[in-house]
Protein backbone atom coordinates (compact mmCIF):
# COMPACT_ATOMS: atom_id res chain seq x y z
CA UNK A 1 0.00 0.00 0.00
CA UNK A 2 1.25 3.17 -1.05
CA UNK A 3 1.23 7.15 -1.07
CA UNK A 4 3.72 8.84 -3.34
CA UNK A 5 3.07 12.18 -2.77
CA UNK A 6 5.32 14.88 -1.45
CA UNK A 7 6.02 15.36 1.12
CA UNK A 8 3.70 18.93 1.45
CA UNK A 9 0.85 17.44 0.19
CA UNK A 10 0.84 14.10 2.54
CA UNK A 11 1.65 16.55 5.79
CA UNK A 12 -0.90 18.76 4.33
CA UNK A 13 -3.69 16.08 3.74
CA UNK A 14 -2.42 14.30 7.54
CA UNK A 15 -3.15 17.84 8.70
CA UNK A 16 -6.62 18.29 6.68
CA UNK A 17 -7.73 14.88 8.50
CA UNK A 18 -6.89 15.65 11.88
CA UNK A 19 -8.32 18.64 11.69
CA UNK A 20 -11.45 17.24 10.29
CA UNK A 21 -11.48 14.68 13.06
CA UNK A 22 -11.83 16.92 15.75
CA UNK A 23 -14.65 19.00 14.59
CA UNK A 24 -16.63 15.63 14.37
CA UNK A 25 -15.97 15.12 17.98
CA UNK A 26 -12.89 12.80 18.22
CA UNK A 27 -10.59 13.63 21.02
CA UNK A 28 -7.15 12.98 20.50
CA UNK A 29 -4.39 12.98 23.63
CA UNK A 30 -1.87 15.54 23.62
CA UNK A 31 0.87 12.69 24.09
CA UNK A 32 0.43 11.28 20.69
CA UNK A 33 1.11 12.51 16.93
CA UNK A 34 0.18 11.38 13.55
CA UNK A 35 3.87 10.48 11.91
CA UNK A 36 4.71 10.22 8.35
CA UNK A 37 6.59 6.42 8.71
CA UNK A 38 7.13 6.30 4.77
CA UNK A 39 11.23 5.80 4.84
CA UNK A 40 10.28 2.72 6.66
CA UNK A 41 7.75 1.77 4.24
CA UNK A 42 4.78 1.75 6.89
CA UNK A 43 2.67 5.28 5.18
CA UNK A 44 1.91 6.80 8.37
CA UNK A 45 1.37 5.73 11.94
CA UNK A 46 0.77 6.78 15.57
CA UNK A 47 4.22 7.61 17.53
CA UNK A 48 4.18 8.49 21.23
CA UNK A 49 5.16 12.31 21.87
CA UNK A 50 6.07 11.53 26.07
CA UNK A 51 5.72 8.72 28.10
CA UNK A 52 2.08 7.02 28.27
CA UNK A 53 1.05 4.66 30.97
CA UNK A 54 -0.91 1.09 30.63
CA UNK A 55 -4.64 2.03 30.05
CA UNK A 56 -4.20 5.49 28.73
CA UNK A 57 -6.78 7.00 26.74
CA UNK A 58 -5.38 7.47 23.43
CA UNK A 59 -8.07 9.23 21.30
CA UNK A 60 -11.81 8.47 20.95
CA UNK A 61 -14.20 8.25 18.07
CA UNK A 62 -17.74 9.18 18.45
CA UNK A 63 -19.88 6.27 16.59
CA UNK A 64 -21.04 9.04 14.42
CA UNK A 65 -17.97 9.33 12.76
CA UNK A 66 -17.13 5.60 11.59
CA UNK A 67 -18.01 5.11 8.11
CA UNK A 68 -20.59 2.09 8.58
CA UNK A 69 -23.76 1.08 6.16
CA UNK A 70 -26.01 3.07 8.34
CA UNK A 71 -24.15 6.67 8.71
CA UNK A 72 -23.25 6.50 5.18
CA UNK A 73 -25.86 8.67 3.16
CA UNK A 74 -26.26 5.48 0.95
CA UNK A 75 -30.26 5.54 0.36
CA UNK A 76 -32.09 3.04 2.63
CA UNK A 77 -33.95 1.17 -0.18
CA UNK A 78 -30.60 -0.38 -1.72
CA UNK A 79 -28.71 -0.91 1.25
CA UNK A 80 -31.69 -2.61 2.96
CA UNK A 81 -31.64 -5.74 -0.27
CA UNK A 82 -27.61 -6.48 0.45
CA UNK A 83 -27.09 -8.47 3.78
CA UNK A 84 -23.51 -9.46 3.31
CA UNK A 85 -21.90 -7.05 5.05
CA UNK A 86 -18.76 -6.64 2.92
CA UNK A 87 -20.83 -6.14 0.17
CA UNK A 88 -22.52 -3.53 1.89
CA UNK A 89 -20.15 -1.89 2.92
CA UNK A 90 -18.50 -1.93 -0.34
CA UNK A 91 -21.04 -0.12 -1.76
CA UNK A 92 -21.16 2.39 1.40
CA UNK A 93 -18.07 3.55 0.59
CA UNK A 94 -17.93 3.42 -3.07
CA UNK A 95 -21.19 5.78 -2.94
CA UNK A 96 -19.46 8.39 -0.59
CA UNK A 97 -16.05 8.00 -2.65
CA UNK A 98 -18.34 8.83 -5.58
CA UNK A 99 -19.89 12.19 -3.67
CA UNK A 100 -16.48 13.46 -3.64
CA UNK A 101 -16.11 17.20 -1.83
CA UNK A 102 -20.14 16.51 -0.88
CA UNK A 103 -18.58 13.51 1.30
CA UNK A 104 -18.47 14.22 4.82
CA UNK A 105 -15.87 11.45 4.97
CA UNK A 106 -13.96 13.46 2.35
CA UNK A 107 -10.61 14.38 4.41
CA UNK A 108 -10.72 10.63 5.62
CA UNK A 109 -10.62 9.16 2.19
CA UNK A 110 -7.70 11.54 1.55
CA UNK A 111 -5.44 9.44 3.79
CA UNK A 112 -7.05 6.14 2.78
CA UNK A 113 -4.32 4.16 0.11
CA UNK A 114 -4.55 4.98 -3.66
CA UNK A 115 -2.35 1.50 -4.38
CA UNK A 116 -2.12 -1.79 -2.81
CA UNK A 117 -0.05 -4.71 -2.49
CA UNK A 118 -2.37 -6.84 -1.19
CA UNK A 119 -2.36 -10.35 -2.83
CA UNK A 120 -6.07 -9.48 -5.17
CA UNK A 121 -3.31 -6.62 -6.93
CA UNK A 122 -0.46 -9.30 -8.14
CA UNK A 123 -0.67 -10.13 -11.52
CA UNK A 124 -0.55 -13.91 -12.57
CA UNK A 125 3.47 -13.49 -12.71
CA UNK A 126 3.90 -12.13 -9.66
CA UNK A 127 1.72 -14.69 -8.17
CA UNK A 128 4.10 -17.47 -9.75
CA UNK A 129 6.47 -16.28 -6.96
CA UNK A 130 3.98 -17.83 -4.14
CA UNK A 131 3.61 -21.21 -5.74
CA UNK A 132 3.16 -24.15 -3.65
CA UNK A 133 1.56 -21.68 -0.45
CA UNK A 134 -2.36 -22.16 0.14
CA UNK A 135 -2.45 -18.39 0.42
CA UNK A 136 -3.13 -18.55 -3.76
CA UNK A 137 -6.08 -20.18 -3.60
CA UNK A 138 -7.52 -17.87 -0.81
CA UNK A 139 -7.04 -14.62 -2.40
CA UNK A 140 -10.92 -14.68 -3.86
CA UNK A 141 -10.59 -12.65 -6.76
CA UNK A 142 -13.08 -14.44 -9.08
CA UNK A 143 -15.34 -14.59 -6.29
CA UNK A 144 -15.47 -11.00 -5.51
CA UNK A 145 -15.58 -10.37 -9.29
CA UNK A 146 -18.82 -12.44 -9.49
CA UNK A 147 -20.29 -11.02 -6.32
CA UNK A 148 -19.06 -7.25 -7.47
CA UNK A 149 -20.83 -8.34 -11.04
CA UNK A 150 -23.96 -10.12 -9.89
CA UNK A 151 -24.95 -8.42 -6.98
CA UNK A 152 -23.15 -4.89 -6.88
CA UNK A 153 -23.25 -3.24 -10.51
CA UNK A 154 -26.97 -3.53 -11.35
CA UNK A 155 -27.61 -1.10 -8.49
CA UNK A 156 -25.21 1.16 -9.65
CA UNK A 157 -25.59 -0.16 -13.02
CA UNK A 158 -22.32 0.75 -13.93
CA UNK A 159 -19.43 -1.38 -14.84
CA UNK A 160 -16.47 0.80 -14.20
CA UNK A 161 -17.36 0.52 -10.83
CA UNK A 162 -15.72 -2.86 -10.89
CA UNK A 163 -11.90 -1.33 -10.07
CA UNK A 164 -13.45 1.25 -7.43
CA UNK A 165 -15.07 -2.13 -5.91
CA UNK A 166 -11.95 -3.83 -5.65
CA UNK A 167 -10.17 -0.91 -4.24
CA UNK A 168 -12.84 -0.31 -1.53
CA UNK A 169 -12.95 -3.96 -0.29
CA UNK A 170 -9.39 -4.42 -0.60
CA UNK A 171 -9.32 -1.02 2.15
CA UNK A 172 -11.36 -2.88 4.02
CA UNK A 173 -9.38 -6.43 4.29
CA UNK A 174 -6.55 -4.08 5.49
CA UNK A 175 -8.24 -1.18 7.63
CA UNK A 176 -11.73 -1.59 8.39
CA UNK A 177 -12.75 -3.10 12.16
CA UNK A 178 -15.56 -5.60 13.37
CA UNK A 179 -18.16 -3.44 15.36
CA UNK A 180 -19.01 -4.92 18.76
CA UNK A 181 -21.46 -3.30 20.81
CA UNK A 182 -20.41 -2.19 24.26
CA UNK A 183 -21.70 -5.58 25.92
CA UNK A 184 -20.53 -7.57 23.87
CA UNK A 185 -17.01 -6.99 23.89
CA UNK A 186 -16.97 -7.66 27.39
CA UNK A 187 -19.01 -10.61 27.25
CA UNK A 188 -15.97 -12.04 25.25
CA UNK A 189 -12.96 -10.20 26.95
CA UNK A 190 -10.63 -13.00 27.70
CA UNK A 191 -11.56 -15.33 25.18
CA UNK A 192 -9.34 -15.07 23.13
CA UNK A 193 -11.20 -12.92 20.42
CA UNK A 194 -9.69 -12.88 16.93
CA UNK A 195 -10.99 -10.16 14.24
CA UNK A 196 -11.10 -13.37 11.67
CA UNK A 197 -13.10 -15.95 14.04
CA UNK A 198 -16.32 -16.69 12.85
CA UNK A 199 -18.62 -14.83 14.94
CA UNK A 200 -16.58 -11.97 13.76
CA UNK A 201 -17.90 -12.61 10.24
CA UNK A 202 -21.12 -11.99 11.11
CA UNK A 203 -20.38 -8.39 12.90
CA UNK A 204 -21.19 -5.65 11.09
CA UNK A 205 -17.66 -3.90 9.90
CA UNK A 206 -17.43 -0.39 9.41
CA UNK A 207 -14.14 2.05 9.12
CA UNK A 208 -12.93 3.66 12.17
CA UNK A 209 -11.09 7.18 11.30
CA UNK A 210 -7.39 7.42 13.33
CA UNK A 211 -7.96 4.25 15.20
CA UNK A 212 -7.08 2.61 11.52
CA UNK A 213 -3.65 4.62 11.34
CA UNK A 214 -2.29 2.25 13.95
CA UNK A 215 0.17 0.19 12.10
CA UNK A 216 1.05 -3.62 13.53
CA UNK A 217 3.61 -5.28 15.38
CA UNK A 218 3.47 -9.05 16.65
CA UNK A 219 5.78 -8.57 19.31
CA UNK A 220 4.94 -4.80 20.08
CA UNK A 221 1.52 -4.61 20.40
CA UNK A 222 0.64 -2.22 22.81
CA UNK A 223 -2.48 -0.59 22.12
CA UNK A 224 -6.31 -1.28 21.84
CA UNK A 225 -9.50 -0.48 21.10
CA UNK A 226 -12.44 -0.59 23.43
CA UNK A 227 -16.43 -0.16 22.38
CA UNK A 228 -18.40 1.81 24.16
CA UNK A 229 -22.11 2.80 23.27
CA UNK A 230 -21.65 5.93 21.71
CA UNK A 231 -17.50 5.79 20.94
CA UNK A 232 -15.05 3.66 20.60
CA UNK A 233 -11.53 4.25 22.86
CA UNK A 234 -7.75 3.03 21.81
CA UNK A 235 -6.16 2.95 24.88
CA UNK A 236 -2.86 1.34 26.01
CA UNK A 237 -2.36 -1.90 26.83
CA UNK A 238 1.19 -1.62 28.08
CA UNK A 239 3.68 1.54 29.02
CA UNK A 240 4.62 3.07 25.97
CA UNK A 241 8.05 5.87 26.03
CA UNK A 242 8.46 8.55 23.97
CA UNK A 243 9.49 7.89 20.66
CA UNK A 244 8.25 4.33 20.67
CA UNK A 245 5.12 3.85 17.87
CA UNK A 246 1.20 2.94 19.15
CA UNK A 247 0.41 -0.87 17.84
CA UNK A 248 -2.70 -2.64 17.52
CA UNK A 249 -3.00 -6.24 17.23
CA UNK A 250 -4.17 -6.89 13.63
CA UNK A 251 -4.26 -11.15 15.08
CA UNK A 252 -1.89 -14.17 14.94
CA UNK A 253 -1.34 -14.23 11.12
CA UNK A 254 1.03 -16.31 9.02
CA UNK A 255 3.18 -14.16 6.93
CA UNK A 256 1.19 -15.78 4.00
CA UNK A 257 -2.04 -13.76 5.68
CA UNK A 258 -0.59 -10.77 6.24
CA UNK A 259 0.63 -10.63 2.89
CA UNK A 260 -3.04 -11.26 1.44
CA UNK A 261 -4.59 -8.90 3.60
CA UNK A 262 -1.97 -5.97 4.28
CA UNK A 263 0.28 -6.16 1.69
CA UNK A 264 3.51 -6.28 3.62
CA UNK A 265 5.56 -9.37 5.51
CA UNK A 266 7.66 -8.54 8.22
CA UNK A 267 9.78 -10.86 10.06
CA UNK A 268 8.12 -11.09 13.68
CA UNK A 269 4.98 -12.86 12.02
CA UNK A 270 7.42 -15.81 11.09
CA UNK A 271 6.35 -17.49 14.63
CA UNK A 272 2.35 -18.29 12.88
CA UNK A 273 3.60 -19.23 9.34
CA UNK A 274 1.99 -22.64 8.24
CA UNK A 275 1.64 -25.19 5.70
CA UNK A 276 -1.80 -26.34 4.45
CA UNK A 277 -2.27 -29.53 3.90
CA UNK A 278 -5.64 -30.78 2.08
CA UNK A 279 -7.19 -33.58 3.01
CA UNK A 280 -7.53 -34.64 -0.58
CA UNK A 281 -3.37 -34.88 -0.37
CA UNK A 282 -3.55 -36.66 2.85
CA UNK A 283 -6.34 -39.44 0.89
CA UNK A 284 -4.01 -39.45 -2.19
CA UNK A 285 -0.40 -40.10 -0.62
CA UNK A 286 -1.71 -42.23 1.34
CA UNK A 287 -3.41 -44.59 -0.91
CA UNK A 288 -0.56 -44.11 -2.96
CA UNK A 289 1.45 -45.35 0.17
CA UNK A 290 -0.55 -48.45 1.52
CA UNK A 291 -1.29 -49.08 -1.98
CA UNK A 292 -4.79 -48.84 -1.26
CA UNK A 293 -7.76 -47.85 -3.69
CA UNK A 294 -10.21 -44.93 -2.76
CA UNK A 295 -12.62 -48.00 -1.25
CA UNK A 296 -10.16 -49.23 0.99
CA UNK A 297 -9.99 -45.72 2.49
CA UNK A 298 -14.26 -44.78 2.83
CA UNK A 299 -15.19 -46.82 5.74
CA UNK A 300 -11.89 -44.85 8.01
CA UNK A 301 -13.06 -41.23 6.89
CA UNK A 302 -16.57 -41.79 7.22
CA UNK A 303 -16.44 -42.91 10.67
CA UNK A 304 -13.56 -39.67 11.51
CA UNK A 305 -16.32 -37.55 9.69
CA UNK A 306 -18.78 -39.14 12.01
CA UNK A 307 -16.45 -38.14 14.94
CA UNK A 308 -16.14 -34.50 13.46
CA UNK A 309 -12.10 -34.99 13.25
CA UNK A 310 -12.53 -34.41 9.12
CA UNK A 311 -11.61 -31.32 8.07
CA UNK A 312 -10.85 -29.57 4.60
CA UNK A 313 -7.07 -29.03 5.41
CA UNK A 314 -4.80 -29.45 8.30
CA UNK A 315 -2.49 -26.69 9.17
CA UNK A 316 1.38 -27.43 10.24
CA UNK A 317 2.96 -25.27 12.01
CA UNK A 318 6.24 -24.28 13.63
CA UNK A 319 7.88 -26.74 15.47
CA UNK A 320 8.77 -24.61 18.41
CA UNK A 321 4.75 -23.97 18.58
CA UNK A 322 3.92 -24.73 22.34
CA UNK A 323 0.86 -27.15 20.92
CA UNK A 324 4.00 -28.76 18.31
CA UNK A 325 4.05 -28.43 14.83
CA UNK A 326 0.70 -30.58 14.04
CA UNK A 327 -2.58 -30.80 15.42
CA UNK A 328 -4.46 -33.07 17.71
CA UNK A 329 -6.87 -33.82 14.56
CA UNK A 330 -4.32 -34.45 12.19
CA UNK A 331 -2.65 -37.18 14.13
CA UNK A 332 -5.70 -38.88 14.81
CA UNK A 333 -6.42 -38.65 11.10
CA UNK A 334 -2.65 -40.17 10.22
CA UNK A 335 -3.13 -42.88 13.39
CA UNK A 336 -6.41 -43.82 12.19
CA UNK A 337 -5.86 -44.34 8.34
CA UNK A 338 -2.66 -46.20 9.03
CA UNK A 339 -4.76 -48.80 11.67
CA UNK A 340 -4.61 -52.32 10.54
CA UNK A 341 -7.88 -53.62 9.56
CA UNK A 342 -9.25 -55.28 12.53
CA UNK A 343 -7.49 -52.58 15.29
CA UNK A 344 -9.62 -50.20 13.33
CA UNK A 345 -13.02 -52.23 13.26
CA UNK A 346 -12.03 -53.30 16.98
CA UNK A 347 -11.88 -49.12 18.36
CA UNK A 348 -15.54 -48.33 15.62
CA UNK A 349 -17.00 -51.09 17.60
CA UNK A 350 -15.79 -49.27 20.87
CA UNK A 351 -16.66 -45.65 19.29
CA UNK A 352 -13.27 -44.56 20.33
CA UNK A 353 -10.39 -42.93 18.18
CA UNK A 354 -6.75 -43.54 18.84
CA UNK A 355 -3.97 -41.27 21.01
CA UNK A 356 -3.42 -37.80 19.64
CA UNK A 357 0.50 -39.17 19.63
CA UNK A 358 1.50 -40.68 16.16
CA UNK A 359 2.23 -44.64 15.73
CA UNK A 360 5.22 -45.39 13.39
CA UNK A 361 2.84 -46.04 10.76
CA UNK A 362 1.67 -42.85 10.95
CA UNK A 363 4.91 -41.31 11.54
CA UNK A 364 6.23 -43.13 8.43
CA UNK A 365 3.05 -41.62 6.26
CA UNK A 366 3.79 -38.42 7.63
CA UNK A 367 7.05 -38.36 6.41
CA UNK A 368 5.56 -39.22 2.91
CA UNK A 369 2.88 -36.17 3.13
CA UNK A 370 5.72 -33.80 3.91
CA UNK A 371 7.82 -34.88 0.83
CA UNK A 372 4.85 -34.71 -1.20
CA UNK A 373 3.94 -30.89 -0.38
CA UNK A 374 7.32 -30.00 0.20
CA UNK A 375 7.03 -30.75 -3.54
CA UNK A 376 4.73 -28.35 -4.56
CA UNK A 377 7.32 -25.57 -4.00
CA UNK A 378 9.40 -24.46 -7.06
CA UNK A 379 12.36 -24.96 -5.19
CA UNK A 380 15.73 -26.62 -6.81
CA UNK A 381 17.92 -26.10 -4.31
CA UNK A 382 16.47 -26.51 -1.03
CA UNK A 383 19.49 -25.69 0.24
CA UNK A 384 20.10 -22.29 -1.21
CA UNK A 385 19.83 -19.48 1.46
CA UNK A 386 18.96 -17.25 -1.57
CA UNK A 387 15.92 -16.74 -3.46
CA UNK A 388 14.18 -20.10 -3.21
CA UNK A 389 11.47 -19.08 -5.87
CA UNK A 390 13.25 -20.70 -8.73
CA UNK A 391 11.90 -17.53 -10.66
CA UNK A 392 14.52 -15.23 -12.25
CA UNK A 393 13.35 -11.08 -11.14
CA UNK A 394 11.57 -9.57 -13.55
CA UNK A 395 11.26 -12.08 -16.12
CA UNK A 396 9.53 -10.27 -18.40
CA UNK A 397 9.96 -6.60 -16.78
CA UNK A 398 6.47 -6.66 -15.55
CA UNK A 399 7.21 -7.75 -12.45
CA UNK A 400 7.72 -5.88 -9.23
CA UNK A 401 10.76 -6.29 -7.23
CA UNK A 402 9.16 -5.20 -3.89
CA UNK A 403 6.25 -8.03 -4.27
CA UNK A 404 8.76 -10.63 -5.58
CA UNK A 405 10.42 -10.00 -2.34
CA UNK A 406 7.84 -10.79 0.03
CA UNK A 407 6.77 -13.65 -2.00
CA UNK A 408 10.59 -15.11 -1.16
CA UNK A 409 10.00 -14.63 2.10
CA UNK A 410 6.65 -16.10 2.88
CA UNK A 411 8.04 -19.01 0.35
CA UNK A 412 11.26 -19.54 2.58
CA UNK A 413 9.28 -19.32 5.83
CA UNK A 414 6.58 -21.92 4.84
CA UNK A 415 9.61 -24.10 3.35
CA UNK A 416 11.40 -23.91 6.98
CA UNK A 417 8.07 -24.87 8.66
CA UNK A 418 8.01 -28.07 6.57
CA UNK A 419 11.41 -28.92 7.22
CA UNK A 420 11.17 -28.41 11.23
CA UNK A 421 8.05 -30.74 10.84
CA UNK A 422 10.14 -33.39 8.89
CA UNK A 423 13.33 -33.14 11.34
CA UNK A 424 10.35 -33.66 14.28
CA UNK A 425 9.24 -36.84 12.68
CA UNK A 426 13.14 -37.96 11.89
CA UNK A 427 13.69 -37.25 15.87
CA UNK A 428 10.54 -39.15 17.51
CA UNK A 429 11.90 -42.19 14.67
CA UNK A 430 15.28 -42.01 16.52
CA UNK A 431 13.77 -41.49 19.90
CA UNK A 432 11.71 -44.43 19.72
CA UNK A 433 14.78 -46.30 18.25
CA UNK A 434 12.94 -47.13 15.06
CA UNK A 435 14.28 -47.34 11.77
CA UNK A 436 16.05 -44.14 10.49
CA UNK A 437 13.60 -42.34 7.52
CA UNK A 438 15.80 -40.20 4.56
CA UNK A 439 17.01 -37.09 4.90
CA UNK A 440 14.17 -34.85 3.81
CA UNK A 441 15.79 -32.37 2.21
CA UNK A 442 18.07 -35.08 0.19
CA UNK A 443 14.51 -36.76 -0.50
CA UNK A 444 12.74 -33.42 -1.35
CA UNK A 445 16.13 -32.88 -3.98
CA UNK A 446 15.58 -36.22 -5.35
CA UNK A 447 11.81 -35.82 -6.15
CA UNK A 448 12.24 -32.68 -7.89
CA UNK A 449 15.02 -34.23 -9.82
CA UNK A 450 12.82 -37.05 -10.72
CA UNK A 451 9.93 -34.70 -11.56
CA UNK A 452 12.21 -32.92 -13.64
CA UNK A 453 13.46 -36.04 -15.45
CA UNK A 454 9.87 -36.82 -16.53
CA UNK A 455 9.20 -33.63 -18.18
C1 LIG B 1 -4.70 -0.26 9.23
S1 LIG B 1 -3.58 0.38 8.11
C2 LIG B 1 -2.43 1.26 9.11
C3 LIG B 1 -2.20 2.66 8.57
C4 LIG B 1 -1.31 2.73 7.37
N1 LIG B 1 0.09 2.70 7.75
C5 LIG B 1 -1.59 3.99 6.55
O1 LIG B 1 -0.66 4.73 6.25
O2 LIG B 1 -2.73 4.22 6.17
C6 LIG B 1 -2.81 -1.10 7.64
C7 LIG B 1 -1.69 -0.93 6.63
O3 LIG B 1 -0.56 -0.34 7.25
C8 LIG B 1 0.64 -0.92 6.78
N2 LIG B 1 1.33 -1.51 7.95
C9 LIG B 1 0.78 -1.87 9.12
N3 LIG B 1 1.72 -2.32 9.96
C10 LIG B 1 2.89 -2.26 9.31
C11 LIG B 1 4.24 -2.60 9.65
N4 LIG B 1 4.56 -3.09 10.83
N5 LIG B 1 5.19 -2.40 8.71
C12 LIG B 1 4.88 -1.91 7.50
N6 LIG B 1 3.62 -1.57 7.11
C13 LIG B 1 2.64 -1.75 8.01
C14 LIG B 1 0.26 -1.96 5.75
O4 LIG B 1 0.34 -1.35 4.49
C15 LIG B 1 -1.18 -2.26 6.10
O5 LIG B 1 -1.94 -2.69 5.02
Known amino acids: MSDDSGKDEFDSRSMRFIDWLKRSGTTVSSKIQLADLRQQSAGRGVVARED ?147 AGESLPKGLVPFADILNADADRNNAKLFYEDDKVVMKTITAVQKGEELFNDYGSLPRADVLRRYGYVTDNYAKYDVVEITLDMVKGVTKEHLKLAEAGLLPRLEYLEEQGILEDGYDVSRASNEDGPLTDEFIVLLNTLVLPSADFDKLKKKDKLPKPELSERALQLLHQILLHRRAMYPIDDINSTQDPSGIPASANGTSNEHRRNMAVQVIKGEEEVLRKAAETVQKLFEDGNKRKVGTFEDEVANMHLEKKQKT
Open 52 to 198: IEEDEELFSVPRSSILTVETSGLPVAIRSDLQDPWLSLILAMAFEQQRGEESPWKPYFDVLPATFDTLMYWSTEELEYLRGSAVVGKIGKQSADKAFSEQLVPILSDDDLLTLFHKMGSTIMAYAFDLEDASRQSKTEGEDWEEDSD
